[in-house]
């Protein structure tokens, strides 16, 4: 074989990247229609096994093109139902992705990247810098994965019902392979999820929000964590370049453009950091800017972090007085803290085995 011809993964395309490359293949675009449905409902990774194909064109894709997946490296269901996959994404680096399984529901927390550059204070991810940005393959493909393992579809019940960009790394930093893994998610060749189901979370990148909402139709989490500059500084050392005012007026652009959203705002209450009632009066009036919806999440400690999760008392406080606001305020319940798969939690990277064994460790010591 041409070692030198590269061949194209197909996973790395959303529907019109699809299409497109069928036709410059000299193929009729319905092919990329027959190969996606293979792909995503029928879990098929194989062109010989993609039997409405001619074998001619089976044998040519088998040269020009590839169906490649991360690779799972590990699983672990936590005591709660939780599972958490560990992805092999080469040279040492891996990423993770956490399924939720609730009554009713099946949350997939997908990452979008190896490590993250945003380095939050009081974020696991944050704390190990970053890598590299998946390809779409690596995102798309951790649905995949995560959909082949749970049975996705098995007896007429889907297990995966909404996928939300909240595990490693900042997904609008990396939009050119976020964007087609979206479409795939949505799409009715792909997991045709409808688009409330499908979050995108963001520690506020604006330009990268304007382009979301330009692109494709989605619903927009905003990870808050302070309801003044000064502090949101602190702990989300991107306000420094996109400060409140401009996030929230970015927020509202987005409801606008597609009214009937509100935007999802994430708070993770830090023991006498952000948990005061005079924070909740700030965010109440913050909040009010725009239809917005509050998830509150307690802290989730990690090695070598500073922070503490507020006790549960003052976190049952500060939503009772958002909620006096009129804010509809939700506390995150922990899933998977036992497996280190709760939020804030996701380090991946598998060189660093020892920490990760401590922190096992810890959070089974602190919940015994
Ligand atoms: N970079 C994106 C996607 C990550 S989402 C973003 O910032 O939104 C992960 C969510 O968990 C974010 O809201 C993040 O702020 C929150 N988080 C991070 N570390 C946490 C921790 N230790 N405890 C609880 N929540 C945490």
């Not at 963001?202 to 382009?211: E, F, K, S, V």
């Not at 109440?284 to 990690?302: A, D, G, H, W």
């Amino acid at each position: 074989m041409d070692m030198a011809v590269r061949q194209q993964n197909l996973l790395d395309l959303g529907p019109a990247g699809m299409a497109a490359w069928f036709e410059q293949f000299g193929e009729r675009a319905f092919r990329a229609e027959q190969i996606l449905k293979w792909i995503y409902h029928q879990g098929v990774m194989d062109f010989q096994a993609m039997t409405n194909l001619s074998q001619a064109l089976r044998d040519r894709l088998q040269q020009s093109a590839s169906l490649e997946l991360p690779h799972i490296q590990s699983e672990q269901v936590s005591r709660d139902g939780t599972v958490k996959w560990l992805f092999d994404v080469g040279r040492s680096n891996a990423v993770e992705t956490v399924y939720i399984p609730e009554p009713g529901r099946g949350t997939l927390c997908v990452s979008s990247q190896v490590g993250c550059a945003l380095n939050c204070s009081f974020c696991a991810t944050g704390a190990q810098g970053f890598n590299r940005n998946l390809s779409a393959a690596e995102i798309i493909g951790q649905v995949w994965q995560a959909a082949r393992s749970l049975g996705h579809e098995r007896n007429g019940e889907r297990k995966i019902t909404n996928v939300v960009m909240m595990g490693m790394g900042e997904p609008l930093l990396n939009l050119e392979a976020l964007l087609p893994a979206l479409e795939l998610m949505r799409d009715d060749l792909g997991y045709g999820l409808a688009s409330r189901r499908v979050t995108v979370s963001t520690a506020g990148l604006i330009p990268g929000m304007d382009a979301l909402n330009e692109h494709i139709d989605v619903a927009l989490a905003v990870s808050l964590h302070a309801p003044i500059d000064e502090l949101r500084n602190q702990l989300v050392p991107l306000n420094k370049k996109y400060p409140i005012a401009d996030l929230m007026a970015a927020c509202r652009r987005f409801v606008a453009d597609k009214h009937k959203r509100s935007v999802t705002f994430e708070y993770t209450l830090i023991d006498g950091v952000n948990d005061h009632p005079e924070h909740a009066r700030k965010l109440i009036k913050l909040l009010r800017q725009v239809p917005s919806k509050l998830n509150l999440i307690p802290f989730n400690p990690f090695p070598g972090t500073r922070y503490q999760c507020s006790p549960p008392d003052r976190i049952q406080r500060f939503q009772e007085i958002v909620m006096r606001g009129d804010i509809i305020a939700t506390v995150r319940k922990t899933r998977g803290d036992d497996i280190a798969a709760a939020c804030g939690q996701l380090a991946g990277d598998f060189s660093d085995r020892t920490r990760r064994r401590e922190r096992i460790q810890l959070q089974v010591q602190a919940s015994a």
